[in-house]
């Protein structure tokens, strides 16, 4: 089975701090994403990856930034953190082309 | 634009009893479509998928879902539903001309009465 490994399950950070969210998958996926989720809104896409060192924004990058260094890494970043990134955050995997996606169990993250 | 409509955002039906919930799509292609579940706390799993052939697919834990292109419809049924099928469910929509990229509906809570 895929296995998509997120950080932390919940972190609690400060505004203005500079956050890190990690997602390592162990299946050579070539496509990674990031969402956050919010009650009544679903997944919102934040970005993606489809190779190494490739990104392309999604529908709600604003105050994000995303790093893939590695194949089976994808981080993101909140620059400046804002309390209205409190939010849950889901890593996602999948192979090339639309596949299905295999998500992490995801990270709650609380800006104070 | 694409775009992937759940009507109902609760539904409550009693333990034995039959499940359905609904999706639309709106999209200009040819779709491939999904269906997740998530647990509270819990990442999403899939539950089925369908791309081509069949327009009736079955799923893990008793699921299935039929396509129904004349309507834009990839609606989800269970004929007996165990209070374990209490979750969030949500479908979603990608297509080879959008590129890798799957659109999320907003999700329907399901709660089961015992």
């Known amino acids: 089975d895929v296995k998509v490994t997120q950080s932390s399950r919940y972190l609690v950070k400060r505004t203005g701090e500079k956050v890190f969210l990690e997602c390592v998958q162990d299946?050579?996926?070539?496509?990674m994403f990031w969402y956050r989720q919010d009650p009544g809104l679903g997944l919102r896409l934040i970005y993606f990856?489809?190779?190494?060192?490739?990104?392309e924004k999604g529908d709600i990058p604003e105050g994000y930034s995303v790093s893939r260094e590695k194949k089976e890494r994808f981080s993101l970043i909140l620059e400046s953190a804002s309390t209205n990134q409190t939010s849950m955050y889901l890593c996602?995997?999948?192979?090339?082309?639309?596949?299905?996606?295999?998500f992490g169990d995801g990270t709650r993250l609380s800006i104070l | 634009a694409q775009s992937v409509t759940q009507p109902d955002i609760h539904i409550t039906v009693s333990e034995g009893a039959s499940l359905e919930l609904r999706c639309n799509y709106s999209?200009?292609?040819?779709?491939?479509l999904f269906w997740y579940v998530q647990s509270p706390g819990q990442g999403l799993q899939l539950l089925l998928k369908y791309f081509s052939g069949d327009t009736l697919v079955q799923g893990i834990k008793g699921f299935e879902a039929e396509f129904k292109r004349s309507q834009s419809s990839f609606n989800l049924r269970k004929p007996s539903v165990h209070w374990s099928d209490a979750a969030e469910y949500f479908c979603?929509?990608?297509?080879?001309?959008?590129?890798?990229?799957?659109?999320f509906g907003a999700g329907t809570i399901l709660r089961v009465k015992s």
């Open positions: 979603a929509v990608g297509a080879l001309e959008y590129g890798n990229k799957l659109v």
């Open positions: 299946m050579d996926h070539e496509n």
């Open positions: 996602a995997s999948s192979l090339g082309g639309v596949q299905p996606q295999h």
């Open positions: 999209y200009g292609a040819t779709p491939y």
């Open positions: 990856s489809y190779d190494v060192k490739m990104k």
